[in-house]
């Protein structure tokens, strides 16, 4: 099990808060080159490094049993010679401690290292109402330390695909909201209609990346995650 920083923007803090949000889309630094159909199973040398399942797109048999083909194949280790991998950062079972813009209401906090020395105050967040302390100073969230983290999520399924292949279900639990480029809704989720969640994630994805970038159609890793309301370190000392 390993422990990874996550950084996440308001809007999408709140949805962890409410528990509308259970997954999330990051993009893939590095796109591999397509797979070489040639290149048989007999022909890769397997180390013992543990990988997880390939996702790929033809039928497992005995001669091809991770279901090789022309289209795309990913592993958690890249630990054969002729397929190509996707590097992800968590695999089911790794722990993200959120991390978002926040601040401190400690007496004489002007910096971040003033609010790890503080014996006073506490740690507030810019996701919150936070109407008694109009004046608080709130750092970006690449800048949050661990111990002021007030949510954790532990990795269940992790998957590499296009981004357009969201599905409505998915997108739902992006925890994104329910409108259209043309109407904004407020009815529940109905899986018959198609497109409506999954168009206000198209909206926010080229919102947070730019003009575009629900179009270019990249390759992101899709994370789905329970949400756990504690500062990592302490539900661990909880639970031990």
């Known amino acids: 099990m390993t422990d990874r920083p996550i950084l996440f923007s308001g809007p999408m803090v709140r949805a962890l808060l409410d528990g509308r949000k259970t997954q999330t889309r990051r993009l893939v630094a590095d796109v591999p080159p397509q797979p070489d159909i040639n290149c048989?199973?007999?022909?890769?040398?397997?180390?013992?490094?543990p990988?997880?399942?390939?996702y790929c797109s033809e039928r497992k048999t005995s001669n091809n049993p991770r279901g090789m083909s022309v289209n795309w194949c990913w592993w958690q280790v890249d630990d054969r010679q002729c397929l190509p991998t996707f590097k992800v950062k968590a695999k089911p079972g790794d722990r993200l401690w959120?991390?978002?813009?926040?601040?401190?209401?400690?007496?004489?906090?002007?910096?971040?290292?003033?609010?790890?020395?503080?014996?006073?105050?506490?740690?507030?967040?810019?996701?919150?109402?936070?109407?008694?302390?109009?004046?608080?100073?709130?750092?970006?969230?690449?800048?949050?330390?661990?111990?002021?983290?007030?949510?954790?999520?532990?990795?269940?399924?992790v998957r590499v695909e296009r981004l357009q292949g969201i599905t409505e279900a998915d997108a739902v639990a992006e925890g994104c909201?329910?409108?259209?480029?043309?109407?904004?809704?407020?009815?529940?989720?109905?899986?018959?209609?198609?497109?409506?969640?999954?168009?206000?994630?198209?909206e926010l994805w080229n919102e947070i990346n730019g003009a575009g970038a629900w179009e270019s159609n990249p390759w992101v890793v899709a994370y789905t995650f329970t949400v756990h309301h504690g500062n990592i370190d302490?539900?661990?000392?909880?639970?031990?």
Not at 40 to 49: I, T
Not at 123 to 134: F, L, S
Not at 177 to 195: D, H, V
């Open 40 to 49: 048989h199973p007999e022909k890769r040398q397997l180390s013992a490094a």
């Open 51 to 54: 990988y997880l399942d390939a």
């Open 98 to 157: 959120v991390r978002e813009t926040w601040s401190h209401t400690g007496d004489h906090v002007f910096s971040i290292s003033d609010a790890r020395r503080s014996p006073f105050g506490h740690a507030i967040y810019q996701a919150d109402a936070n109407p008694e302390y109009p004046h608080a100073k709130f750092w970006p969230s690449i800048h949050m330390p661990r111990e002021f983290s007030r949510m954790t999520l532990t990795v269940t399924d």
């Open 177 to 202: 909201k329910q409108y259209s480029s043309a109407t904004k809704l407020s009815r529940p989720f109905n899986a018959e209609w198609k497109g409506i969640y999954r168009e206000g994630y198209a």
């Open 234 to 240: 302490r539900l661990s000392k909880e639970a031990a």
